[in-house]
């Protein structure tokens, strides 16, 4: 079964401090993989996409990386500011015909001041 | 225009109230979902369609009606909903269909959907 596991669930940081979530996966064959930011009430919006072959992407503060032999990816959120207070779902596609998304459960960050 | 957008934002219904969700996009995506997500867990998808026709319904409740009147809009037709039926109701595109490899989701902002 596709699962995606990402933690942690939540984490309290302070603005300006940098930060890092996880996530593991378990989609085979692996496509490629998402990071989105989702504001409370509010839809997902995508950060990055990496495929296969790539290791890491950057998009601003936000980097992201992965390990397609492990399974694992990584965001890191450098010098955070309070509008990086999100959910960070990370999404899995796999190759197959039909292999639709698999969601993360997220990671629910806040940054305080 | 880079937008999905999905009207009511807010909706507020009984339970033998008839209302609909719409979700519209202009980018020329070919696939339109439909996902159900509740507070602090990750979206649950729904429906797809995908070149205007219904492609995946991931065994949800009559009460849900999709409807895809052309390649810009997607409906959500809802009917004798229930209260754990409250949730914010996510439309998203993509430009291939799901079982292409560009699978990027747009997202819309939402409908937040209180059924009383």
């Known amino acids: 079964k596709n699962q995606v596991e990402q933690s942690p669930q939540s984490l309290i940081i302070l603005e300006g401090k940098n930060c890092t979530l996880q996530?593991?996966?378990?989609?085979?064959?692996?496509?490629?993989l998402r990071w989105y930011k989702q504001d409370t009430g509010r839809g997902p919006v995508s950060l990055t996409i990496m495929t296969f072959s790539e290791n890491t992407k950057s998009n601003g503060r936000y980097t992201a990386t992965l390990d397609a032999d492990t399974k694992q990816s990584s965001l890191h959120i450098t010098a955070s500011q309070l509008s990086d207070s999100a959910s960070y779902i990370c999404?899995?596609?796999?190759?197959?015909?039909?292999?639709?998304?698999?969601f993360g459960g997220g990671t629910r960050l806040m940054v305080k001041p | 225009d880079t937008e999905v957008t999905q009207t009511p934002k807010h909706l507020v219904m009984g339970m033998t109230n008839k209302k609909s969700l719409k979700c519209e996009q202009h980018?020329?995506?070919?696939?339109m979902y439909w996902y159900k997500q509740k507070a602090k867990k990750p979206p649950e998808l729904m429906f797809v369609y995908s070149y205007e026709k219904l492609s995946i319904n991931e065994s949800v409740p009559s009460r849900f009606s999709p409807e895809c009147p052309n390649s810009s809009l997607l409906n959500l037709h809802l009917h004798a909903l229930q209260p754990e039926d409250s949730a914010l109701y996510l439309c998203?595109?993509?430009?291939?269909?799901?079982?292409?490899?560009?699978?990027?989701?747009?997202f819309g902002s939402g409908t937040q959907l209180s059924v009383l």
């Open positions: 996530c593991n996966y378990t989609v085979s064959p692996f496509s490629n």
């Open positions: 980018m020329g995506h070919r696939a």
């Open positions: 999404v899995v596609s796999g190759v197959n015909a039909g292999n639709m998304l698999t």
């Open positions: 998203a595109s993509s430009q291939d269909p799901p079982d292409g490899m560009r699978k990027k989701l747009f």
